[in-house]
Protein backbone atom coordinates (compact mmCIF):
# COMPACT_ATOMS: atom_id res chain seq x y z
CA UNK A 1 0.00 0.00 0.00
CA UNK A 2 3.19 2.18 -0.47
CA UNK A 3 5.63 3.04 -2.79
CA UNK A 4 9.32 4.02 -2.50
CA UNK A 5 9.49 6.48 -5.86
CA UNK A 6 13.54 6.55 -4.79
CA UNK A 7 13.29 10.59 -4.34
CA UNK A 8 14.82 12.15 -1.81
CA UNK A 9 12.48 13.85 0.76
CA UNK A 10 13.36 17.33 0.11
CA UNK A 11 13.02 16.51 -3.68
CA UNK A 12 10.70 19.14 -5.34
CA UNK A 13 9.12 16.84 -6.95
CA UNK A 14 7.98 14.96 -3.77
CA UNK A 15 4.23 16.15 -4.12
CA UNK A 16 3.69 14.69 -7.29
CA UNK A 17 4.13 11.57 -5.61
CA UNK A 18 1.29 12.12 -3.30
CA UNK A 19 -0.88 11.62 -6.79
CA UNK A 20 0.85 8.77 -8.09
CA UNK A 21 0.55 6.77 -5.29
CA UNK A 22 -2.83 7.55 -4.66
CA UNK A 23 -3.96 6.74 -8.23
CA UNK A 24 -1.90 3.42 -7.50
CA UNK A 25 -3.90 2.83 -4.23
CA UNK A 26 -7.39 3.32 -6.08
CA UNK A 27 -7.40 1.42 -9.00
CA UNK A 28 -5.54 -1.04 -7.40
CA UNK A 29 -8.84 -0.67 -4.98
CA UNK A 30 -10.82 -1.46 -8.14
CA UNK A 31 -9.09 -4.46 -9.70
CA UNK A 32 -8.69 -6.36 -6.31
CA UNK A 33 -11.75 -7.88 -5.33
CA UNK A 34 -10.02 -8.54 -1.86
CA UNK A 35 -10.08 -4.85 -1.59
CA UNK A 36 -13.13 -3.68 -3.57
CA UNK A 37 -15.72 -6.10 -1.47
CA UNK A 38 -14.07 -6.07 1.66
CA UNK A 39 -15.33 -3.10 3.63
CA UNK A 40 -12.56 -2.33 5.96
CA UNK A 41 -10.23 -3.10 3.60
CA UNK A 42 -11.30 -1.12 0.94
CA UNK A 43 -11.61 1.57 3.81
CA UNK A 44 -8.69 1.63 4.76
CA UNK A 45 -7.09 1.85 1.42
CA UNK A 46 -9.38 4.43 -0.15
CA UNK A 47 -8.60 6.78 3.20
CA UNK A 48 -4.98 6.58 2.42
CA UNK A 49 -5.98 7.61 -1.49
CA UNK A 50 -7.66 10.56 -0.30
CA UNK A 51 -5.53 11.83 2.22
CA UNK A 52 -2.84 11.65 -0.43
CA UNK A 53 -4.68 13.55 -3.04
CA UNK A 54 -5.64 15.95 -0.44
CA UNK A 55 -1.76 16.96 0.02
CA UNK A 56 -1.22 16.70 -3.49
CA UNK A 57 -4.40 19.38 -4.09
CA UNK A 58 -2.59 21.96 -1.35
CA UNK A 59 0.68 22.23 -4.04
CA UNK A 60 -1.69 21.99 -7.34
CA UNK A 61 -5.01 23.58 -6.33
CA UNK A 62 -6.21 23.46 -10.24
CA UNK A 63 -5.32 20.44 -11.27
CA UNK A 64 -8.13 19.06 -13.03
CA UNK A 65 -7.05 15.21 -12.46
CA UNK A 66 -6.39 15.65 -8.34
CA UNK A 67 -10.24 17.44 -8.32
CA UNK A 68 -11.73 14.90 -10.62
CA UNK A 69 -10.34 11.99 -7.70
CA UNK A 70 -11.67 14.23 -5.17
CA UNK A 71 -15.12 14.36 -6.66
CA UNK A 72 -15.59 17.30 -9.01
CA UNK A 73 -17.05 16.19 -12.46
CA UNK A 74 -15.55 17.16 -15.26
CA UNK A 75 -17.53 18.52 -17.97
CA UNK A 76 -16.55 16.70 -21.74
CA UNK A 77 -17.03 19.40 -24.26
CA UNK A 78 -20.75 20.01 -25.79
CA UNK A 79 -22.05 18.40 -28.73
CA UNK A 80 -22.39 19.67 -32.10
CA UNK A 81 -25.89 20.09 -33.78
CA UNK A 82 -27.77 20.56 -30.92
CA UNK A 83 -31.00 20.69 -31.67
CA UNK A 84 -33.52 21.79 -28.63
CA UNK A 85 -37.12 21.07 -29.73
CA UNK A 86 -35.84 17.12 -29.75
CA UNK A 87 -37.82 15.15 -27.74
CA UNK A 88 -35.79 14.57 -24.08
CA UNK A 89 -35.23 10.69 -25.25
CA UNK A 90 -33.90 11.54 -28.48
CA UNK A 91 -31.22 14.32 -26.83
CA UNK A 92 -30.41 12.15 -23.95
CA UNK A 93 -29.64 8.59 -25.80
CA UNK A 94 -27.61 10.67 -28.72
CA UNK A 95 -25.44 12.30 -26.34
CA UNK A 96 -25.22 9.18 -24.47
CA UNK A 97 -24.47 6.71 -27.78
CA UNK A 98 -21.45 9.64 -28.79
CA UNK A 99 -20.11 9.91 -25.74
CA UNK A 100 -19.63 6.08 -25.20
CA UNK A 101 -18.36 6.35 -29.49
CA UNK A 102 -15.92 8.81 -27.90
CA UNK A 103 -14.40 6.44 -25.35
CA UNK A 104 -14.44 3.21 -27.39
CA UNK A 105 -12.32 5.39 -30.44
CA UNK A 106 -10.09 6.84 -27.77
CA UNK A 107 -8.91 3.77 -26.93
CA UNK A 108 -8.65 2.49 -30.61
CA UNK A 109 -6.44 5.54 -31.52
CA UNK A 110 -4.62 5.44 -28.35
CA UNK A 111 -3.88 1.82 -26.94
CA UNK A 112 -4.25 -0.63 -29.29
CA UNK A 113 -1.40 -2.23 -30.08
CA UNK A 114 0.85 -3.49 -33.21
CA UNK A 115 -0.27 -6.77 -32.12
CA UNK A 116 -4.19 -5.86 -31.56
CA UNK A 117 -3.88 -5.74 -27.74
CA UNK A 118 -5.36 -2.83 -25.40
CA UNK A 119 -2.76 -3.32 -23.13
CA UNK A 120 -4.38 -5.21 -20.72
CA UNK A 121 -3.37 -8.70 -21.58
CA UNK A 122 -5.73 -10.97 -23.40
CA UNK A 123 -8.08 -12.41 -20.70
CA UNK A 124 -9.11 -8.90 -19.67
CA UNK A 125 -8.92 -6.68 -23.11
CA UNK A 126 -11.37 -9.51 -24.76
CA UNK A 127 -13.55 -8.31 -22.52
CA UNK A 128 -13.84 -4.82 -24.07
CA UNK A 129 -16.45 -5.44 -26.80
CA UNK A 130 -19.54 -5.79 -23.68
CA UNK A 131 -19.80 -2.50 -23.13
CA UNK A 132 -19.29 -1.84 -26.72
CA UNK A 133 -22.46 -3.66 -27.17
CA UNK A 134 -24.91 -0.15 -28.50
CA UNK A 135 -22.46 0.88 -30.61
CA UNK A 136 -21.16 -2.37 -32.16
CA UNK A 137 -24.39 -4.30 -31.82
CA UNK A 138 -26.69 -1.34 -32.50
CA UNK A 139 -24.90 0.41 -35.42
CA UNK A 140 -22.47 0.52 -38.41
CA UNK A 141 -19.14 2.47 -37.15
CA UNK A 142 -16.46 1.18 -39.94
CA UNK A 143 -13.65 2.05 -37.45
CA UNK A 144 -15.01 0.27 -34.61
CA UNK A 145 -15.84 -2.66 -36.69
CA UNK A 146 -12.52 -2.91 -38.05
CA UNK A 147 -10.80 -3.06 -34.44
CA UNK A 148 -12.81 -5.64 -32.79
CA UNK A 149 -12.28 -7.63 -35.96
CA UNK A 150 -8.26 -7.17 -35.68
CA UNK A 151 -8.29 -7.84 -32.03
CA UNK A 152 -11.07 -11.16 -32.79
CA UNK A 153 -8.43 -12.34 -35.10
CA UNK A 154 -5.44 -11.47 -33.16
CA UNK A 155 -6.37 -13.17 -30.64
CA UNK A 156 -7.31 -16.12 -31.75
CA UNK A 157 -3.98 -16.07 -33.76
CA UNK A 158 -2.28 -16.61 -30.92
CA UNK A 159 -0.63 -19.92 -29.91
CA UNK A 160 -2.50 -20.76 -26.65
CA UNK A 161 -5.81 -20.55 -29.31
CA UNK A 162 -4.41 -22.18 -32.53
CA UNK A 163 -6.98 -24.93 -31.77
CA UNK A 164 -9.78 -22.91 -31.40
CA UNK A 165 -10.11 -23.04 -27.43
CA UNK A 166 -7.63 -22.04 -24.92
CA UNK A 167 -4.39 -24.74 -24.19
CA UNK A 168 -3.95 -23.20 -20.60
CA UNK A 169 -5.93 -25.06 -17.96
CA UNK A 170 -7.83 -23.89 -16.10
CA UNK A 171 -11.75 -22.99 -14.61
CA UNK A 172 -13.99 -22.30 -17.01
CA UNK A 173 -15.21 -19.21 -16.15
CA UNK A 174 -11.06 -18.03 -17.34
CA UNK A 175 -10.90 -20.73 -20.24
CA UNK A 176 -13.71 -19.87 -22.06
CA UNK A 177 -13.06 -15.57 -22.43
CA UNK A 178 -10.65 -15.84 -25.05
CA UNK A 179 -12.60 -17.71 -27.51
CA UNK A 180 -16.17 -16.55 -26.36
CA UNK A 181 -15.22 -13.05 -26.23
CA UNK A 182 -13.29 -12.81 -29.80
CA UNK A 183 -16.27 -15.38 -31.32
CA UNK A 184 -19.38 -14.18 -30.17
CA UNK A 185 -19.19 -9.86 -31.20
CA UNK A 186 -17.99 -11.48 -34.72
CA UNK A 187 -21.16 -13.28 -35.30
CA UNK A 188 -22.84 -10.28 -34.61
CA UNK A 189 -20.58 -8.10 -37.21
CA UNK A 190 -20.42 -10.49 -39.75
CA UNK A 191 -23.26 -13.71 -39.09
CA UNK A 192 -22.80 -15.10 -42.73
CA UNK A 193 -19.36 -15.36 -42.38
CA UNK A 194 -18.35 -19.16 -42.31
CA UNK A 195 -14.77 -17.78 -40.77
CA UNK A 196 -16.76 -17.50 -37.63
CA UNK A 197 -19.02 -20.31 -38.29
CA UNK A 198 -16.90 -22.88 -38.14
CA UNK A 199 -15.02 -20.97 -34.58
CA UNK A 200 -18.31 -21.44 -33.23
CA UNK A 201 -19.20 -24.66 -34.34
CA UNK A 202 -15.51 -26.11 -33.29
CA UNK A 203 -17.12 -25.37 -29.49
CA UNK A 204 -19.73 -28.00 -30.34
CA UNK A 205 -16.94 -30.64 -31.36
CA UNK A 206 -15.25 -29.73 -28.40
CA UNK A 207 -18.15 -30.16 -26.20
CA UNK A 208 -19.07 -33.56 -28.11
CA UNK A 209 -16.08 -35.00 -27.75
CA UNK A 210 -14.51 -34.15 -25.12
CA UNK A 211 -15.67 -31.86 -22.39
CA UNK A 212 -19.18 -33.43 -21.93
CA UNK A 213 -20.58 -36.96 -21.65
CA UNK A 214 -23.57 -38.71 -20.27
CA UNK A 215 -23.46 -39.20 -16.70
CA UNK A 216 -24.63 -41.94 -14.60
CA UNK A 217 -28.63 -41.45 -14.47
CA UNK A 218 -28.13 -40.72 -18.50
CA UNK A 219 -27.92 -37.21 -18.95
CA UNK A 220 -25.59 -35.12 -20.81
CA UNK A 221 -23.34 -32.66 -18.66
CA UNK A 222 -19.77 -31.34 -19.02
CA UNK A 223 -17.66 -33.64 -16.63
CA UNK A 224 -15.76 -30.42 -15.06
CA UNK A 225 -15.07 -27.12 -13.76
CA UNK A 226 -11.88 -26.54 -15.36
CA UNK A 227 -10.81 -28.05 -18.57
CA UNK A 228 -8.80 -26.48 -22.04
CA UNK A 229 -8.64 -27.69 -25.63
CA UNK A 230 -7.32 -31.26 -25.26
CA UNK A 231 -7.47 -31.88 -21.36
CA UNK A 232 -10.10 -31.82 -18.46
CA UNK A 233 -8.80 -32.24 -15.42
CA UNK A 234 -8.71 -35.02 -13.30
CA UNK A 235 -10.05 -33.89 -9.75
CA UNK A 236 -13.15 -35.36 -8.29
CA UNK A 237 -13.59 -32.27 -6.65
CA UNK A 238 -13.93 -29.95 -9.53
CA UNK A 239 -15.92 -32.33 -11.74
CA UNK A 240 -18.61 -30.52 -12.13
CA UNK A 241 -20.85 -29.11 -15.01
CA UNK A 242 -22.08 -25.55 -13.54
CA UNK A 243 -24.28 -22.55 -14.16
CA UNK A 244 -21.11 -20.48 -15.86
CA UNK A 245 -20.55 -23.56 -18.36
CA UNK A 246 -22.81 -21.68 -21.31
CA UNK A 247 -19.62 -19.44 -21.30
CA UNK A 248 -17.85 -22.06 -22.64
CA UNK A 249 -20.55 -22.31 -25.65
CA UNK A 250 -21.52 -18.39 -25.84
CA UNK A 251 -20.51 -18.67 -29.82
CA UNK A 252 -22.20 -21.79 -30.37
CA UNK A 253 -25.40 -20.83 -28.62
CA UNK A 254 -25.65 -17.83 -30.82
CA UNK A 255 -25.67 -19.53 -34.01
CA UNK A 256 -28.45 -22.10 -32.93
CA UNK A 257 -30.19 -19.03 -32.40
CA UNK A 258 -29.63 -17.65 -35.85
CA UNK A 259 -29.59 -20.88 -37.64
CA UNK A 260 -31.36 -23.53 -36.09
CA UNK A 261 -28.24 -25.84 -36.84
CA UNK A 262 -30.10 -29.39 -35.86
CA UNK A 263 -26.65 -30.45 -34.55
CA UNK A 264 -26.62 -27.43 -31.97
CA UNK A 265 -30.58 -28.30 -31.33
CA UNK A 266 -29.21 -31.94 -30.50
CA UNK A 267 -26.11 -30.92 -28.48
CA UNK A 268 -28.17 -28.35 -26.25
CA UNK A 269 -31.38 -29.96 -25.87
CA UNK A 270 -30.03 -32.90 -24.38
CA UNK A 271 -27.68 -30.38 -21.73
CA UNK A 272 -30.49 -28.49 -21.02
CA UNK A 273 -32.61 -31.77 -20.53
CA UNK A 274 -30.48 -32.42 -17.62
CA UNK A 275 -30.63 -29.09 -15.71
CA UNK A 276 -34.26 -29.61 -16.15
CA UNK A 277 -34.08 -32.34 -14.55
CA UNK A 278 -31.64 -31.31 -11.24
CA UNK A 279 -33.96 -28.68 -10.80
CA UNK A 280 -37.28 -30.75 -10.10
CA UNK A 281 -35.12 -32.97 -7.73
CA UNK A 282 -34.46 -32.26 -3.96
CA UNK A 283 -31.52 -33.62 -3.08
CA UNK A 284 -28.84 -33.42 -0.71
CA UNK A 285 -30.63 -30.56 1.18
CA UNK A 286 -31.56 -28.50 -2.68
CA UNK A 287 -35.34 -27.85 -2.46
CA UNK A 288 -37.03 -29.04 -5.59
CA UNK A 289 -37.95 -26.19 -7.68
CA UNK A 290 -34.70 -24.69 -7.81
CA UNK A 291 -31.75 -24.76 -10.45
CA UNK A 292 -28.35 -26.06 -8.81
CA UNK A 293 -25.37 -23.97 -9.51
CA UNK A 294 -23.29 -27.12 -10.27
CA UNK A 295 -24.29 -30.76 -11.01
CA UNK A 296 -21.55 -33.31 -9.97
CA UNK A 297 -19.35 -35.55 -12.54
CA UNK A 298 -20.11 -39.14 -12.91
CA UNK A 299 -22.96 -39.25 -10.02
CA UNK A 300 -25.04 -36.63 -11.68
CA UNK A 301 -25.66 -35.14 -7.86
CA UNK A 302 -26.49 -31.79 -7.63
CA UNK A 303 -23.86 -29.70 -6.24
CA UNK A 304 -20.00 -30.29 -5.26
CA UNK A 305 -18.24 -33.94 -4.15
CA UNK A 306 -17.96 -32.63 -0.40
CA UNK A 307 -19.80 -30.06 1.29
CA UNK A 308 -23.59 -28.41 0.88
CA UNK A 309 -25.40 -28.33 -2.29
CA UNK A 310 -24.95 -24.72 -3.10
CA UNK A 311 -21.22 -24.71 -2.93
CA UNK A 312 -19.11 -26.72 -4.61
CA UNK A 313 -16.12 -25.51 -4.15
CA UNK A 314 -16.38 -25.88 -0.49
CA UNK A 315 -13.11 -27.33 -0.06
CA UNK A 316 -11.66 -23.61 -1.62
CA UNK A 317 -11.84 -20.12 -0.41
CA UNK A 318 -13.82 -18.87 -3.39
CA UNK A 319 -17.12 -17.95 -3.79
CA UNK A 320 -17.46 -17.84 -8.04
CA UNK A 321 -19.17 -21.09 -8.49
CA UNK A 322 -21.52 -20.45 -4.89
CA UNK A 323 -25.44 -20.31 -5.59
CA UNK A 324 -26.55 -18.30 -7.09
CA UNK A 325 -23.30 -18.37 -9.22
CA UNK A 326 -24.27 -16.99 -13.04
CA UNK A 327 -27.55 -18.13 -12.61
CA UNK A 328 -28.43 -15.78 -15.36
CA UNK A 329 -26.09 -17.79 -18.14
CA UNK A 330 -27.94 -20.77 -17.24
CA UNK A 331 -31.84 -19.08 -17.35
CA UNK A 332 -31.33 -17.20 -20.67
CA UNK A 333 -29.70 -20.82 -22.03
CA UNK A 334 -33.18 -22.41 -20.66
CA UNK A 335 -35.14 -19.81 -22.64
CA UNK A 336 -33.63 -20.47 -25.72
CA UNK A 337 -34.16 -23.78 -25.59
CA UNK A 338 -37.82 -23.57 -24.72
CA UNK A 339 -38.08 -20.64 -27.58
CA UNK A 340 -35.91 -22.79 -29.84
CA UNK A 341 -38.18 -26.51 -29.66
CA UNK A 342 -41.50 -24.47 -27.96
CA UNK A 343 -40.59 -27.74 -25.46
CA UNK A 344 -42.82 -26.20 -21.72
CA UNK A 345 -40.06 -28.51 -19.39
CA UNK A 346 -37.16 -25.90 -20.71
CA UNK A 347 -39.65 -23.08 -19.07
CA UNK A 348 -40.27 -24.90 -16.01
CA UNK A 349 -37.04 -24.29 -14.32
CA UNK A 350 -37.94 -20.46 -14.44
CA UNK A 351 -41.24 -20.87 -13.56
CA UNK A 352 -40.46 -22.79 -10.21
CA UNK A 353 -37.88 -20.33 -9.59
CA UNK A 354 -40.39 -17.66 -9.89
CA UNK A 355 -42.78 -19.33 -8.33
CA UNK A 356 -40.26 -19.77 -5.28
CA UNK A 357 -39.78 -16.12 -4.90
CA UNK A 358 -43.14 -15.28 -5.21
CA UNK A 359 -43.56 -17.18 -2.40
CA UNK A 360 -40.65 -15.48 -0.38
CA UNK A 361 -42.52 -11.98 -1.38
CA UNK A 362 -45.48 -12.87 0.27
CA UNK A 363 -44.16 -14.36 3.37
CA UNK A 364 -41.03 -13.13 3.96
CA UNK A 365 -39.96 -13.26 7.20
CA UNK A 366 -37.36 -10.81 9.34
CA UNK A 367 -35.21 -13.96 10.28
CA UNK A 368 -31.67 -14.98 8.94
CA UNK A 369 -32.69 -18.07 6.65
CA UNK A 370 -30.46 -21.21 6.70
CA UNK A 371 -28.34 -21.48 3.85
CA UNK A 372 -29.11 -23.82 1.51
CA UNK A 373 -33.17 -23.17 2.12
CA UNK A 374 -35.85 -22.68 0.29
CA UNK A 375 -36.25 -19.25 1.73
CA UNK A 376 -32.47 -18.54 1.58
CA UNK A 377 -32.22 -19.55 -2.07
CA UNK A 378 -35.85 -17.15 -2.67
CA UNK A 379 -34.03 -14.14 -1.07
CA UNK A 380 -31.32 -14.01 -3.75
CA UNK A 381 -33.29 -14.99 -6.58
CA UNK A 382 -32.74 -12.67 -9.31
CA UNK A 383 -34.62 -12.78 -12.92
CA UNK A 384 -35.63 -9.78 -13.93
CA UNK A 385 -33.38 -10.11 -17.56
CA UNK A 386 -34.94 -13.44 -18.22
CA UNK A 387 -38.40 -12.48 -17.19
CA UNK A 388 -38.33 -9.24 -19.64
CA UNK A 389 -36.34 -11.29 -22.34
CA UNK A 390 -39.91 -13.98 -22.03
CA UNK A 391 -42.30 -10.87 -21.85
CA UNK A 392 -41.17 -9.06 -24.92
CA UNK A 393 -40.90 -12.79 -26.63
CA UNK A 394 -44.23 -13.74 -25.91
CA UNK A 395 -46.75 -10.94 -24.87
CA UNK A 396 -47.22 -13.62 -22.23
CA UNK A 397 -48.05 -11.15 -18.60
CA UNK A 398 -47.48 -14.57 -16.71
CA UNK A 399 -44.28 -13.13 -14.90
CA UNK A 400 -45.42 -9.27 -14.86
CA UNK A 401 -46.38 -9.48 -10.89
CA UNK A 402 -42.17 -10.53 -10.66
CA UNK A 403 -41.39 -7.72 -13.37
CA UNK A 404 -43.35 -4.95 -11.30
CA UNK A 405 -40.76 -4.25 -9.12
CA UNK A 406 -37.57 -5.69 -11.05
CA UNK A 407 -38.54 -4.11 -15.10
CA UNK A 408 -36.13 -1.27 -15.78
CA UNK A 409 -36.60 1.87 -17.75
CA UNK A 410 -37.07 0.50 -21.34
CA UNK A 411 -39.11 -2.95 -19.89
CA UNK A 412 -41.70 0.04 -18.13
CA UNK A 413 -41.56 1.80 -21.05
CA UNK A 414 -42.30 -0.74 -23.75
CA UNK A 415 -45.44 -2.91 -21.43
CA UNK A 416 -46.83 0.43 -20.30
CA UNK A 417 -45.77 3.63 -22.24
CA UNK A 418 -44.44 5.08 -19.39
CA UNK A 419 -41.65 7.33 -20.89
CA UNK A 420 -40.80 9.20 -17.57
CA UNK A 421 -38.50 5.87 -16.43
CA UNK A 422 -37.01 6.05 -19.81
CA UNK A 423 -36.00 9.42 -20.04
CA UNK A 424 -34.58 9.82 -16.75
CA UNK A 425 -32.28 6.56 -17.08
CA UNK A 426 -30.83 8.10 -20.89
CA UNK A 427 -30.74 11.39 -18.76
CA UNK A 428 -28.65 10.10 -15.93
CA UNK A 429 -26.53 8.01 -18.69
CA UNK A 430 -25.80 11.13 -20.58
CA UNK A 431 -24.71 12.63 -17.20
CA UNK A 432 -22.60 9.91 -16.64
CA UNK A 433 -20.40 9.76 -19.61
CA UNK A 434 -20.40 13.31 -20.08
CA UNK A 435 -17.91 14.11 -17.55
CA UNK A 436 -14.50 13.02 -16.47
CA UNK A 437 -13.30 11.43 -19.71
CA UNK A 438 -9.89 10.47 -18.24
CA UNK A 439 -11.48 8.13 -15.60
CA UNK A 440 -12.91 6.24 -18.93
CA UNK A 441 -9.45 6.48 -20.67
CA UNK A 442 -6.01 7.72 -19.90
CA UNK A 443 -6.62 7.04 -16.32
CA UNK A 444 -7.90 3.93 -16.79
CA UNK A 445 -5.23 0.68 -15.44
CA UNK A 446 -7.08 -2.62 -15.63
CA UNK A 447 -9.10 -3.04 -19.28
CA UNK A 448 -11.95 -4.92 -17.38
CA UNK A 449 -12.41 -2.24 -15.61
CA UNK A 450 -12.81 0.69 -17.90
CA UNK A 451 -16.15 1.90 -17.07
CA UNK A 452 -15.78 1.36 -13.32
CA UNK A 453 -14.46 4.73 -12.36
CA UNK A 454 -18.13 6.44 -11.60
CA UNK A 455 -18.21 3.77 -8.95
CA UNK A 456 -15.84 5.38 -6.74
CA UNK A 457 -18.23 7.83 -5.63
CA UNK A 458 -20.67 5.63 -4.72
CA UNK A 459 -21.65 5.66 -0.75
CA UNK A 460 -19.04 3.76 1.18
CA UNK A 461 -16.22 3.55 -1.49
CA UNK A 462 -14.45 6.99 -2.06
CA UNK A 463 -15.93 8.84 0.54
CA UNK A 464 -18.72 7.51 3.16
CA UNK A 465 -21.49 9.72 1.24
CA UNK A 466 -21.92 9.47 -2.51
CA UNK A 467 -21.39 12.09 -4.52
CA UNK A 468 -24.61 12.26 -7.03
CA UNK A 469 -23.09 14.40 -9.75
CA UNK A 470 -20.59 11.68 -10.80
CA UNK A 471 -23.34 8.35 -12.13
CA UNK A 472 -22.33 4.94 -13.19
CA UNK A 473 -22.87 4.73 -17.17
CA UNK A 474 -25.82 2.76 -17.97
CA UNK A 475 -24.70 0.93 -21.61
CA UNK A 476 -26.98 -1.78 -21.11
CA UNK A 477 -30.11 0.85 -21.53
CA UNK A 478 -28.49 2.65 -24.64
CA UNK A 479 -28.41 -1.32 -26.21
CA UNK A 480 -31.60 -1.59 -25.14
CA UNK A 481 -33.12 1.31 -26.51
CA UNK A 482 -31.28 0.60 -30.29
CA UNK A 483 -32.29 -2.95 -30.40
CA UNK A 484 -35.48 -3.60 -28.92
CA UNK A 485 -34.08 -6.24 -26.54
CA UNK A 486 -35.14 -5.67 -23.20
CA UNK A 487 -32.08 -7.52 -21.53
CA UNK A 488 -28.42 -8.23 -22.18
CA UNK A 489 -26.73 -8.82 -25.00
CA UNK A 490 -24.76 -11.55 -23.78
CA UNK A 491 -26.84 -14.78 -23.52
CA UNK A 492 -29.97 -15.11 -25.92
CA UNK A 493 -29.80 -11.81 -27.03
CA UNK A 494 -33.07 -10.56 -28.65
CA UNK A 495 -31.87 -7.66 -30.67
CA UNK A 496 -34.12 -7.06 -33.49
CA UNK A 497 -32.43 -4.31 -35.48
CA UNK A 498 -29.30 -3.07 -36.25
CA UNK A 499 -28.79 0.04 -37.98
CA UNK A 500 -26.87 0.41 -41.38
CA UNK A 501 -25.43 4.00 -39.77
CA UNK A 502 -23.04 5.64 -38.20
CA UNK A 503 -23.51 5.78 -34.42
CA UNK A 504 -23.29 10.03 -34.26
CA UNK A 505 -26.22 12.42 -34.69
CA UNK A 506 -28.83 9.98 -34.54
CA UNK A 507 -31.06 8.74 -32.12
CA UNK A 508 -33.43 5.58 -32.68
CA UNK A 509 -35.83 4.27 -30.02
CA UNK A 510 -37.58 0.49 -30.71
CA UNK A 511 -40.95 0.62 -29.63
CA UNK A 512 -42.62 -2.24 -30.78
CA UNK A 513 -41.33 -5.70 -31.60
CA UNK A 514 -43.44 -8.62 -32.80
CA UNK A 515 -42.44 -12.06 -34.90
CA UNK A 516 -43.91 -9.74 -37.98
CA UNK A 517 -44.19 -5.95 -36.86
CA UNK A 518 -40.88 -3.46 -36.02
CA UNK A 519 -41.76 0.01 -35.28
CA UNK A 520 -39.17 2.37 -34.46
CA UNK A 521 -38.91 6.49 -33.66
CA UNK A 522 -35.95 7.85 -35.55
CA UNK A 523 -34.50 11.20 -34.91
CA UNK A 524 -31.63 12.87 -36.81
CA UNK A 525 -29.45 15.72 -35.44
CA UNK A 526 -27.28 16.24 -38.69
CA UNK A 527 -27.67 19.42 -40.95
CA UNK A 528 -27.24 17.58 -43.56
CA UNK A 529 -29.70 14.57 -44.84
CA UNK A 530 -28.10 10.70 -43.97
CA UNK A 531 -28.31 7.51 -45.83
CA UNK A 532 -29.07 4.33 -43.66
CA UNK A 533 -30.34 1.18 -43.73
CA UNK A 534 -30.65 -1.33 -41.34
CA UNK A 535 -30.18 -5.76 -40.90
CA UNK A 536 -33.69 -6.92 -38.90
CA UNK A 537 -33.44 -10.24 -36.87
CA UNK A 538 -35.94 -12.65 -35.48
CA UNK A 539 -38.27 -11.95 -37.73
CA UNK A 540 -41.07 -14.69 -39.34
CA UNK A 541 -40.53 -15.74 -43.26
CA UNK A 542 -42.10 -13.49 -45.43
CA UNK A 543 -42.91 -10.32 -47.63
CA UNK A 544 -42.75 -7.36 -45.24
CA UNK A 545 -43.72 -3.36 -46.32
CA UNK A 546 -42.25 -0.27 -44.60
CA UNK A 547 -43.59 2.76 -44.20
CA UNK A 548 -41.39 6.04 -43.05
CA UNK A 549 -43.74 8.57 -41.37
CA UNK A 550 -42.72 11.94 -40.25
CA UNK A 551 -40.73 15.31 -41.37
CA UNK A 552 -38.84 18.22 -40.16
CA UNK A 553 -39.49 18.65 -36.46
CA UNK A 554 -41.01 21.81 -37.48
CA UNK A 555 -43.69 20.95 -39.18
CA UNK A 556 -44.64 17.81 -36.80
Not at 50 to 56: F, G, N, P, Q, S
Not at 94 to 121: T, V
Not at 409 to 429: A, C, I, M, S, W
Not at 524 to 544: C, N, Q, S, T, V
Request: glycine fraction near 6%; proline fraction near 7%.
Amino acid sequence: ESWDFGIRPDSPFIPLTYLYQARMLLWCGMEYGDIWSVPHRRRAVFDKAVALLERAREHFPQNRMIRMYLGEPISCDPLKHQVAEAPDWARFQREGLERLADIIEWWIDNRMQESGEYGGGWGDDCEMWRWWTPILIGFQSVKINRAQARFSRAILSQAHMKDGYTSHLTDVEHSSEDSADAITPMMHLEPDNPEWRDKALRLVELMETLWAGRNERGFLQFKSIDFSVDTIRADPERACDSVYHPRAMQPALLYWQRTNDPRCRALFTAWMDTWADATRRAERGKPAGIIPSAIHWPDGQVGGLNGPWWDPESNRDASLYRWPSAMGQMTNTLLQTYAMTQDEKYLEPIRSMADIRRKYLIQKSEESPEPGSESWCAEKIALGDVLAKYRLLTNDPEFDDLLADSAGPYLQFRLHEDTGPLVKGLENNAKALGVNFAGYTREVRYTDRVLRFPALFSAGYLFPHEVPEIIVPSPELLYSTVTGDPGGALYFPLNRVRWLTPPREIAALVTKTEPDCLETQLFHFGEKPREMGAELYMFMPGRYSYSLEGGPIRDS
